[in-house]
Structure formats: C-alpha cells, structure tokens
C-alpha cells in the first residue's frame, strides 16, 4: 500500500483529519455542547433543567447538541416518563472523562478572566436555594 493510500483510509475514520484536537473539537468544540457538559456535571439531566441555565440555549440548538452527545457516546438517555416520553441525561465513562479537560478551561478562564465564578451543582441548589456561587467547583 502505498503511503497516500494509507492516509486516506486513516482520515476516513475521521469527519475531518486524524488530528486529535480536531477531532475532540468536532465532538464539543462549538459554544454550546461543552455548556450542556458542565450542566450535566453540575446534575442537570432534564431537558427544561439545561434550558434554564444562564446562557439561555434555544430549544432546537439543545435538542440538536443532545443528539450529538449521544450519537458520541459521551452522554445516555433514560426515560423517566411515559405519557409523553421524557428523558433524563447521563453522562457516559467517556462523557465523564472530559472533567479534566473543564477543570483546565476553568483554571485559565479564572486566571485570565478574574471575577468569572463557578456554577454550584444541583444538590448544592436544593439544599441552600441558591443559584450561583463562587466557592463550588463544576
């Protein structure tokens, strides 16, 4: 075989090139899918939860985003309702891999963007009321 035929069946396992960051920016490199990742870290799991958060997504971006977690077996689905079905999200073992990666985005958004604060998680909100802190991690 010869070395561009080797490389070209190489890059068709791939939506763009074999490079690594292009390829995890295929997965979560647009402004939304890695905002639904941290909601989902935070313990978001319904679709009205990630609607409800700050950055205000719409509906069909959501929907659209939510599907191509999925399809990247970064996040599953169970139904938690059956008239309609309703859906809960999880993240996967490989969807829960990404937090080293958040908590580096983190730690250079706050060193590069002071007063930026983190998010509390959902248990934190249930249990104190509030909505934002910043002494939480996520």
């Known amino acids: 075989?010869?070395?561009?035929?080797?490389?070209?069946?190489v890059?068709?396992?791939?939506?763009?090139?074999?490079?690594?960051?292009t390829n995890a920016l295929d997965v979560f490199g647009d402004k939304w899918t890695l905002l639904i990742i941290r909601d989902l870290v935070l313990g978001?799991?319904?679709?009205?939860e990630f609607l409800s958060s700050p950055e205000k997504i719409a509906s069909?971006?959501?929907a659209d985003r939510l599907k191509k977690l999925e399809a990247s077996g970064l996040i599953s689905r169970r139904p938690y309702q059956q008239n309609p079905v309703r859906y809960e999200c999880f993240l996967t073992a490989k969807g829960e891999s990404l937090s080293p990666v958040l908590t580096a985005i983190i730690s250079w958004s706050q060193e590069h963007y002071p007063?930026?604060?983190l998010?509390?998680?959902?248990s934190q909100h249930e249990t104190t009321g509030m909505k934002q802190t910043g002494e939480s991690s996520g």
């Open 119 to 122: 998010f509390s998680s959902i």
């Open 1 to 9: 075989m010869r070395d561009d035929e080797v490389g070209a069946e």
């Open 11 to 21: 890059n068709s396992a791939f939506e763009r090139s074999c490079c690594p960051l």
């Open 115 to 117: 007063g930026t604060r």
């Open 60 to 62: 069909n971006i959501l």
């Open 44 to 48: 978001k799991k319904r679709y009205q």
